[in-house]
């Protein structure tokens, strides 16, 4: 297991992990002895969002406001080309958003990506799959984390992003069942 990897190479390194994700074949994952993960906070708390379940990371994206009925949208940012919902991470999860802006977006999806967006970004982990754990029945409610992490200085919930993207597809009263439905 290895700790947090310094900020002089996490770019580079976070690309190759990233990259080294989707180019190994499922059948290899699934036999890997380690699993990818990014290091994040919300208002204080910790939390990891394993890499295989996400489609990029963006710093630091200009957010227009939209009005909405659904309070965790934020709005919408230009990535890659697109017009990209974005929703608060912390309100998806019930946490307390504080006063810290939201710097970091984790992109979901490819063909219709939206964006997570949290406060701090603390950095890549690689950890062996005997160090992650089912999460207690009280983490488990939510139906957002299914899994801790223990690394060396302590213990992470593991969001499970396909289910917070499933939340949001309730919530914007979209039929889960289309592929294409999450922002039409």
């Not at 934020?74 to 608060?88: D, K, Q």
């Not at 964006?115 to 488990?140: C, D, I, R, T």
């Not at 200085?153 to 289309?178: A, Y």
Request: hydrophobic share 40%.
């Amino acid at each position: 297991m290895s700790d947090l990897i310094p900020n002089t190479n996490m770019a580079a390194k976070l690309r190759a992990a990233f990259d080294r994700t989707y180019a190994t074949p499922a059948l290899s994952r699934e036999t890997s002895q380690s699993e990818d993960l990014l290091a994040i906070r919300l208002a204080g708390n910790a939390y990891a969002v394993k890499v295989n379940e996400i489609s990029g990371l963006a710093k630091e994206r200009k957010i227009i406001s939209l009005p909405s009925a659904i309070p965790e949208l934020l709005g919408v940012a230009g990535i890659r080309g697109e017009l990209v919902p974005v929703y608060s991470l912390a309100t998806l999860m019930g946490v307390n958003r504080g006063s810290e802006e939201d710097r970091w977006l984790v992109l979901c999806g490819v063909d219709e990506p939206i964006g997570l967006a949290f406060p701090e970004f603390e950095g890549y982990l690689q950890v062996p799959f005997a160090h992650l754990y089912a999460a207690s029945q009280e983490n488990m409610t939510s139906g957002h984390m299914k899994e801790v992490v223990r690394t060396a200085d302590l213990i992470r919930s593991v969001l499970s992003i396909p289910s917070i993207v499933e939340m949001i597809r309730r919530r914007c009263g979209r039929d889960r069942t289309s592929p294409n439905s999450l922002n039409k």
